[in-house]
């Protein structure tokens, strides 16, 4: 999806989001957006200037509508981003939920493994699924030339026990058998190199 693309498809209203319906609908616990970010932006711009949300909903139907016309990684180019994020959070350090916060990481590929594992974190998140899902902000899916990743951004990068209880149901959802490494955005801002705290 080229940029140029990207920007008129998020920028089209839905038809099921213009179409008044009668079918009964099913709300989610929570209001949740979809984000896109293309990683390349314009000559003297900072990072975050091509962060754009796309959508926020709170039904299944809603959901799947946006799933299926749009937010597919197989639908990304190079250095694009997809979010999942709570509404009201934005997918960015600076955002006073995601502060304190860090990321677990796994590493993907849109040929074989990217849109499952987006897919199934997308649902285990609006699903509440996880134990501790007010510890969780949001996840990303990013694709790049160098290796297609899958990050799950959460609240409290200093409690311990509260991100490897994550990690283990995470790694569970996305059935990976391979470690997976959690990071502190404080760590990242210093070195963007950083190792990973904690590991699964």
Not at 30 to 54: C, E, H, I, N, V
Not at 67 to 90: C, M, R
Not at 134 to 139: A, R
Request: net charge negative; charged share 30%.
């Amino acid at each position: 999806m080229s940029n140029e693309v990207a920007e008129e498809v998020l920028a089209a209203p839905l038809a099921s989001q213009t179409q008044e319906t009668t079918q009964t609908t099913h709300k989610l616990e929570r209001k949740w957006a979809f984000w896109y970010d293309s990683t390349k932006p314009k000559q003297g711009a900072g990072w975050g200037s091509t962060l754009k949300k796309a959508y926020t909903f709170d039904t299944v139907e809603e959901f799947w509508c946006l799933y299926d016309q749009i937010f597919k990684p197989s639908k990304l180019v190079g250095n694009a981003d997809f979010h999942l994020f709570k509404a009201g959070v934005e997918p960015k350090w600076e955002d006073p939920e995601c502060a304190h916060g860090g990321k677990w990481t796994v590493a993907a590929s849109r040929k074989t493994n990217l849109e499952s594992m987006w897919l199934e974190t997308l649902m285990a998140l609006i699903g509440e699924q996880f134990d501790e899902g007010d510890e969780i902000c949001g996840v990303v899916a990013s694709a790049r030339q160098r290796g297609d990743k899958l990050s799950l951004w959460t609240r409290n990068a200093a409690n311990e026990a509260v991100q490897m209880s994550i990690g283990r149901k995470w790694k569970e959802i996305i059935d990976v058998t391979d470690k997976i490494n959690y990071s502190f955005h404080d760590d990242a801002k210093k070195d963007k190199s950083s190792r990973g705290r904690y590991s699964v």
